[in-house]
């Protein structure tokens, strides 16, 4: 839980972009999400969405992109925030949104103002919500990976190693390389598997090299890529979406581990 969170006639009024992949692989993530937003101080509310187009627009399928996205502009138009537990789909919707409608006059003035209070979830708990400490605990080394999105279109660097420093129990050792990409780049990762399977191999050596137990990130498809390339090389290193952690929400079994596994174990 957070300190100090403001009176309730000024709570902001949050929706959550949950993202596809935390839906359907991860809602865990999408649970620990709520509960540091409420937490923070603001009113959440999910409203019915889909993906936020990327897919589509990294693949050049503009007319698919735009058709998405603009009920990604009705579904969260009323709200005083968008926030998403992943750099990926949020710097879609903040970076890229307004550059879809940027010929359309009817809906580029839309896209802008929902690109403009879209952020990503540590991203916007740190710097809208002023956050400064999180009064929960997790025993163990971590080490973070910098997801590319979240880094390069949207500034988010410092922000989770805040929050994390004031977790008890936690201690944080620096990944070698923590800002190189880790090999997934949602599309490339199809299309160039033997080029992204080589990225990952020397992002999990730098993983394994850490001495870390835990490894954390905000984007469920790198953690998801490292956390296969850890399994198929055997190794027990646990893979968790940053926000589980920062929540306190660690009962599920890291990602890409069966439940079955954890209870025989």
């Known amino acids: 839980m957070t300190e100090s969170p403001p009176p309730a006639s000024k709570k902001p009024r949050v929706g959550l972009f949950v993202t596809c992949l935390v839906d359907l692989?991860?809602?865990a993530i999408g649970f620990a999400a709520v509960k540091l937003l409420e937490g923070a101080g603001c009113i959440v509310e999910v409203p019915s969405q889909t993906c936020c187009g990327q897919p589509a627009y990294n693949s050049g399928?503009?007319?698919?992109?735009?058709?998405?996205?603009?009920?990604?502009?009705t579904a969260f138009k009323e709200f005083d925030y968008v926030v998403a537990p992943s750099g990926s789909c949020a710097g879609m919707l903040?970076?890229?949104?307004?550059?879809?409608?940027?010929?359309?006059?009817n809906?580029?003035?839309?896209a802008?103002?929902?690109?403009?209070?879209?952020?990503e979830l540590v991203s916007f708990l740190v710097d809208v919500m002023k956050v400064e400490r999180l009064k929960e605990r997790f025993d163990g080394t971590v080490t973070y990976h910098d997801s590319c999105?979240?880094?390069?279109?949207?500034g988010v660097k410092a922000q989770p190693r805040l929050l994390l420093s004031t977790i008890e129990g936690l201690t944080l050792t620096e990944l070698k390389d923590s800002e190189v990409c880790c090999g997934f780049g949602g599309t490339f990762a199809v299309k160039y598997g033997d080029i992204s399977d080589a990225i990952v191999t020397e992002k999990t050596g730098n993983v394994k090299a850490s001495g870390a137990q835990t490894l954390l990130a905000g984007d469920l498809g790198c953690l998801m890529n490292m956390a296969g390339k850890l399994s198929r090389q055997g190794e027990t290193i646990a893979v968790r979406h940053v926000a589980e952690v920062l929540a306190g929400m660690t009962g599920e079994p890291p990602i890409g581990v069966p439940l079955e596994k954890t209870k025989s174990s």
């Open 112 to 119: 802008r103002d929902l690109a403009s209070k879209t952020y």
């Open 94 to 105: 903040r970076v890229h949104l307004p550059l879809l409608f940027a010929d359309d006059p």
């Open 107 to 110: 809906l580029v003035g839309e």
């Open 61 to 73: 399928d503009r007319a698919t992109a735009r058709v998405i996205a603009s009920g990604i502009i």
């Open 149 to 154: 999105a979240g880094l390069r279109e949207l």
């Open 25 to 27: 692989i991860r809602p």
